[in-house]
């Protein structure tokens, strides 16, 4: 262990330990279930739920749990190396996200719907649109000299609050997704609330580890 993990409760690190590694479990299973649901190459649509949540259900997830000081499947790499990989992994997930996109905008088109007429759908946009931009601003962390006159403390600060807030948002979107017609008609009763479980409990996660972390931070500047 660090020193800084030696510092703490043992039942502080291990409950943080054991959240950790049920979040990659719930990521990993939650979207195995929506791959076994949607069973994607079946029809044109099945690609969106399936892409999508493997966007922001796992590879999203699994790139900021890459920091994760207690469960992090890398811990013992250098940070620079987890920057990389979490920036690859954001990559896949940009990907997944507008191959996903497209796929649900062209069966629309296809089957003569509108667009982006429910919360899931506008949300769902907003949620690609952000998540490309996250992408393409963290070259400024992998690239120092490209943010000419900003501290990289102040990049990897704003970084990391504007990625907990997509997060957030993808989490929603996957959330009202479980509320769609096409979901809800495929589960109900107690297996719909345990998957909608999933992406609730993965943020909150999410969203401890990286308040802890900037709280962390900022203990140490005082």
């Given amino acids: 262990m660090s020193s800084r993990h030696e ?3 043992k039942l502080y690190y291990y409950s943080r330990t ?3 590694i049920c979040t990659h479990v719930t990521c990993a299973v939650f979207t195995g279930f929506i791959t076994v649901l949607s069973k994607p190459g079946s029809s044109l649509f099945s690609w969106h739920p399936f892409l999508m949540t493997l966007a922001f259900s ?6 900021i749990l890459l920091f994760n000081p207690h469960s992090s499947p ?5 940070h620079k190396t987890k920057g990389r990989l979490h920036w690859i992994l954001q990559c896949l997930c940009v990907f997944c996200a507008i191959v996903g996109l497209i796929a ?14 429910s919360w899931h759908g506008l949300i769902g946009l907003v949620t690609v649109i952000v998540v490309v931009l996250q992408s393409l601003g963290a070259l400024s962390l992998l690239y ?8 990289l403390a102040k990049l990897k600060r704003y970084h ?3 990625g907990l807030l997509t997060y957030l948002l ?17 589960v109900s009763g107690y297996v719909w609330y345990l998957a909608a479980l999933c992406p609730i409990l993965c943020a909150l996660v999410i969203m401890s580890q990286v308040t802890n972390a900037y709280m962390a931070k900022k203990r140490q500047q005082y």
């Fill in 18 to 20: 054991l959240c950790g």
């Fill in 160 to 162: 990391a609050t504007s």
């Fill in 74 to 78: 890398v811990g013992k790499l250098k």
């Fill in 170 to 186: 993808g989490s929603i979107s996957l959330f009202l997704g479980l509320c769609s017609a096409w979901f809800s008609s495929n």
């Fill in 144 to 151: 120092p000299k490209l943010a000419k006159g900003w501290s």
């Fill in 7 to 9: 510092s703490e409760p």
């Fill in 58 to 63: 796992f590879f999203m997830t699994e790139a």
């Fill in 104 to 117: 649900i905008a062209y069966n629309k088109n296809l089957n003569e719907k509108p667009h982006f007429t």
